[in-house]
T-cell receptor, first 114, second 111 residues
Framework: NAGVTQTPKFQVLKTGQSMTLQCAQD?????MSWYRQDPGMGLRLIHYSVGAGITDQGEVPNGYNVSRSTTEDFPLRLLSAAPSQTSVYFCASSYSSGRFDEQYFGPGTRLTVT | DAKTTQPNSMESNEEEPVHLPCNHSTISGTDYIHWYRQLPSQGPEYVIH???SNVNNRMASLAIAEDRKSSTLILHRATLRDAAVYYCILRDGFGNEKLTFGTGTRLTIIP
């Protein structure tokens, strides 16, 4: 299994541009989520999905959209990039959202908005 | 979400045991205690979790206080590859979807 994959690894955007961060998993996991990590801080939840066709907001959803058309893929869209969105973005998946389910994280996408 | 408190940083010598503490005085009866770690420039990875009893796996041991207000992650023989930020996280008993990460403990291993 490849696990959780993310593309691209690095991206530089200008303010106002849009882009999509890709996330895919091959473990048939129902639950997927997106986090952002700012320097020196822990991860904060942006959006999550408990299954295909179902998404919900996390702690910091503003400026981001998600959709879940398949079990495998969970793309994160930045609608109009702002310097405050400069961060490292991690995608994660788990079998379910249960309290004892291990979450698997991707390697991250480092985004810089100038 | 119930909060956890961890030291900002710790150091340990290579090949010695490491005890990473976590305080969670407001833990509820159905909260599970999870530990994740994040190696440099990587995503977090699961280490271990428990509810009441001490737990062991191939990576580490988790010792939980009898009153559950604190826990300790034990790395039995630290290697340089264990240098990472370690996060202690509580997950509630009702299928809470998110992991709430604090700032964790940065563990430095001294060769």
């Amino acid at each position: 299994n490849a696990g959780v994959t993310q593309t691209p690894k690095f991206q530089v955007l200008k303010t106002g541009q849009s882009m999509t961060l890709q996330c895919a998993q091959d473990m048939n996991h129902e639950y997927m989520s997106w986090y952002r990590q700012d320097p020196g801080m822990g991860l904060r939840l942006i959006h999550y999905s408990v299954g295909a066709g179902i998404t919900d907001q996390g702690e910091v959803p503003n400026g981001y959209n998600v959709s879940r058309s398949t079990t495998e893929d969970f793309p994160l869209r930045l609608l109009s990039a702002a310097p405050s969105q400069t961060s490292v973005y991690f995608c994660a998946s788990s079998y379910s959202s249960g309290r004892f389910d291990e979450q698997y994280f991707g390697p991250g996408t480092r985004l810089t908005v100038t | 979400d119930a909060k956890t408190t961890q030291p900002n940083s710790m150091e340990s010598n290579e090949e010695e045991p490491v005890h990473l503490p976590c305080n969670h005085s407001t833990i509820s009866g159905t909260d599970y205690i999870h530990w994740y770690r994040q190696l440099p420039s990587q995503g977090p990875e699961y280490v271990i979790h428990g509810l009441t009893s001490n737990v062991n796996n191939r990576m580490a041991s988790l010792a939980i206080a009898e009153d559950r207000k604190s826990s300790t992650l034990i790395l039995h023989r630290a290697t340089l590859r264990d240098a990472a930020v370690y996060y202690c996280i509580l997950r509630d008993g009702f299928g809470n979807e998110k992991l709430t990460f604090g700032t964790g403990t940065r563990l430095t291993i001294i060769p």
